[in-house]
């Protein structure tokens, strides 16, 4: 009956056209002012590119920025010096300028484009401040540590007129693309359960020869600079269900435990939690250090079939049983099932009951790539990446209820307690 009640206040499209309202609570109504155009670069003008934190992802992503046409990258940041030496190497220029405190490359008037790879506490200072001084930002995901955080990246982001790119890369994916229409097209009928994962087999700790280095480099350990799993991993996972359902949850709790790991961590290697979306959608969301089998993969259940996202491939089940659905109410666009009639295979849009739908060849051409190509497509255009602010809160959002029911013996938290937060 609750379940009802709330589907009936807000409609799927009513909640779509408010969703960067929902998502961020107070901090939209900063944002609200944002500028409807973005300020495009000179067209013609080279594109300078400072990057803070030439860690594993900030090298590559200097080494991409460094291969796009007419981008050069200028500074480079690090406060672990082999890094840093690390970043003026991939930089592949000889006058690049090296800096130890972030602050430094975000001062320097000709750079345009800062991209933010640091532990995830500094993203939102990091972003901010380049923002502020008229930077365009590549930030990696996830957005925020926390709720204060978010508001205050939300405002910056409302105020100005530059591009913010989260990196949830796999929404260049051609695979997601086609999934995504699939599953908004109603290929699976009334979607009504998913599960997601994000699984390895691997301690995360990295060895090292001076311990003074340990929160400077095992940072995923620690509380004070992430949310372990969730805000690493599984928000990946989230990012592609959030927007594919289109939907927020609006409750969820999770538990989590160091079962395998015992080396002084304070977050989990082990976690399960499930949340419940505004249209009463139901989802599994798991994460572990301890058996890789799984991967990171989603499946996402319909009352005519199933899809499972593997990255570059997916594959899709149909439901063969007689199924009473009209009686229910679920129409669908694929299929004409009638009152106690099978779903025919043949009825189906793919005609194999379990196809593998398959992505990766030669030419399939790599997420993050993609990801940094639409980057600076924004900055030349002016216009607004599919990433941006309002798009990327969401899973930051339901990441942060899961990580707080984590670290409360599971108890349930709402969407609603978490935005009150910060
Ligand atoms: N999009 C993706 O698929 C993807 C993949 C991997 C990592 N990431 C993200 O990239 C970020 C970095 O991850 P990583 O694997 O490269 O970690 P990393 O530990 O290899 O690199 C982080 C770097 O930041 C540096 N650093 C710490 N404090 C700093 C400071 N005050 N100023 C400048 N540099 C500082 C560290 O010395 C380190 O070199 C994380 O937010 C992570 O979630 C994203």
Redesign the pocket.
């Known amino acids: 009956m609750a379940k009802m009640e709330r589907a009936g206040q807000l409609s799927r499209r009513d909640f779509l056209k408010s969703g960067s309202a929902m998502a961020v609570g107070a901090a939209s109504l900063a944002a609200a002012g944002a500028p409807a155009l973005l300020r495009g670069q000179n067209l013609n003008g080279r594109i300078n590119v400072g990057v803070?934190?030439?860690?594993?992802?900030?090298?590559?992503l200097t080494r991409l920025m460094a291969e796009q046409e007419g981008v050069t990258v200028t500074d480079v940041?690090?406060?672990?010096p082999p890094?840093?030496q690390q970043g003026v190497q991939d930089s592949g220029n000889d006058k690049v300028r090296a800096h130890?405190?972030?602050e430094k490359l975000v001062g320097q008037q000709d750079v345009d484009v800062v991209v933010v790879?640091?532990?995830?506490f500094?993203?939102v200072p990091?972003s901010v401040a380049a923002l502020q001084a008229g930077k365009h930002v590549f930030s990696?995901?996830?957005m925020a540590l926390n709720m204060k955080q978010l508001k205050q990246m939300m405002a910056a982001a409302g105020q100005s007129d530059r591009v913010y790119l989260v990196?949830?890369?796999s929404r260049m994916l051609d695979s997601f693309a086609e999934a995504k229409s699939l599953v908004q097209g109603g290929a699976f009928g009334k979607i009504t359960q998913f599960y997601l994962h994000y699984d390895r087999n691997q301690t995360w700790r990295?060895e090292l020869e001076d311990p003074k280095?340990e929160r400077?480099?095992n940072?995923?350990m620690y509380r004070e600079y992430?949310g372990g799993i969730l805000?690493?991993l599984l928000t990946?996972q989230i990012d592609m269900m959030l927007d594919i359902l289109g939907t927020m949850p609006v409750r969820g709790s999770c538990g989590g435990e160091i079962i395998l790991y015992k080396d002084g961590r304070e977050h989990h290697d082990s976690l399960m939690g499930y949340m419940e979306m505004e249209d009463g959608v139901l989802g599994v969301v798991s994460g572990t250090f301890c058996n890789a089998r799984w991967g990171s993969c989603w499946a996402i259940h319909g009352t005519h079939g199933t899809i499972e996202f593997m990255g570059d491939a997916f594959r899709i089940f149909w439901e063969k049983e007689t199924r009473h659905l009209q009686s229910v109410g679920v129409q669908h666009k694929f299929t004409k099932v009638k009152l106690g009639q099978s779903l025919d295979v043949s009825d189906a849009p793919i005609t194999e009951p379990d196809k593998l739908v398959d992505y990766r060849s030669a030419t399939t051409r790599n997420a993050?790539v993609k990801?940094v190509e639409h980057f600076f497509d924004c900055v030349r255009n002016g216009t607004r990446p599919v990433m941006d602010a309002a798009s990327a809160s969401r899973p930051s959002l339901a990441a942060f209820m899961l990580y707080h029911s984590s670290q409360d013996g599971g108890r349930q938290y709402t969407l609603e307690e978490i935005q009150a937060m910060g």
Not at 52 to 60: A, D, F, N
Not at 117 to 120: E, T
Request: some cysteine.
């Open positions: 803070i934190g030439t860690g594993s992802r900030g090298c590559y940041c690090d406060i672990y890094h840093l130890e405190q972030w790879a640091p532990p995830l500094l993203h990091c990696e995901k996830s990196g949830y890369q990295k280095w400077v480099l940072w995923r992430c805000t690493e990946h993050s990801a």
